[in-house]
């Protein structure tokens, strides 16, 4: 079990660029999450994956947000035209799951992202 | 809408000393809560998860009850060590949308 992980740690990148995150999940995980926090705030929900496919979105995730989990396994977050409002921790979680029950949230050190 | 709130926003106490952190939610009808720990720059490390119809769970030091008809939730934190120092979270799990988070309580445990 090597955990989550994501990549890049960091990133900075300049107002209107794209920029694209990857979460790798613990293997066995078929539920994947992406979350944003920014600083003094907790997580706040942005879309979920049960194995490839994309369940739900928040509205936070406007139309320059996209996920992807091609093969269930790891996923990417793409930002398009960043702006200065999307800098924050991006991150990325797993779960197993059982039927009508949330098994226990693992996450990954998130990404960084600073918008200049 | 789901909402978590946790009590105090910031605490700073001695080496040695118990405390109790609080989170509230205003929709009981919740499936699970569970305690997060966050050091500052990194991701969240679950601490301890507790469903419905349970009413505590305690993992060495700590200890997390719920009472799910007055929305609240406790962790409590025994003989409190500097490396506790960090930010906790709160989270309910409703149903409907993945884990919703309180801000946190951040602590400072003092040598």
């Known amino acids: 079990d090597t955990g989550v992980s994501q990549n890049p740690r960091h990133k900075i990148t300049k107002r209107g660029q794209n920029v694209t995150f990857r979460c790798d999940p613990i293997s066995e995980h078929n539920r994947l999450y992406w979350y944003r926090q920014t600083l003094g705030q907790g997580p706040e929900f942005l879309t979920y994956f049960q194995n490839e496919a994309q369940l739900e979105k928040s509205r936070l995730l406007s139309d320059r947000f996209s996920a992807e989990r091609p093969k269930g396994s790891f996923s990417t977050l793409e930002i398009q035209r960043t702006e200065q409002g999307d800098s924050a921790m991006y991150l990325c979680?797993?779960?197993?799951?059982?039927?009508?029950?949330?098994?226990?949230?693992?996450f990954g050190s998130g990404t960084q992202l600073s918008v200049l | 809408k789901q909402e978590v709130t946790q009590i105090p926003a910031a605490l700073s106490v001695p080496e040695g000393e118990n405390l109790v952190l609080n989170c509230s939610f205003t929709?009981?009808?919740?499936?699970?809560l569970q305690w997060f720990r966050q050091d500052p720059g990194k991701g969240l490390t679950s601490l301890l998860l507790i469903q419905s119809s349970q009413r505590e769970q305690t993992s060495g030091r700590l200890n997390a009850s719920l009472d799910k008809s007055s929305g609240r939730s406790t962790l409590y934190i025994a003989a409190s060590q500097p490396g506790d120092s960090a930010t906790y979270l709160c989270a309910v799990f409703s149903g409907n949308t993945p884990l919703v988070f309180g801000k946190g309580t951040r602590l400072s445990v003092i040598a």
């Open positions: 979680a797993s779960s197993g799951d059982r039927p009508g029950r949330l098994e226990k949230l693992f």
């Open positions: 929709d009981s009808a919740i499936y699970n």
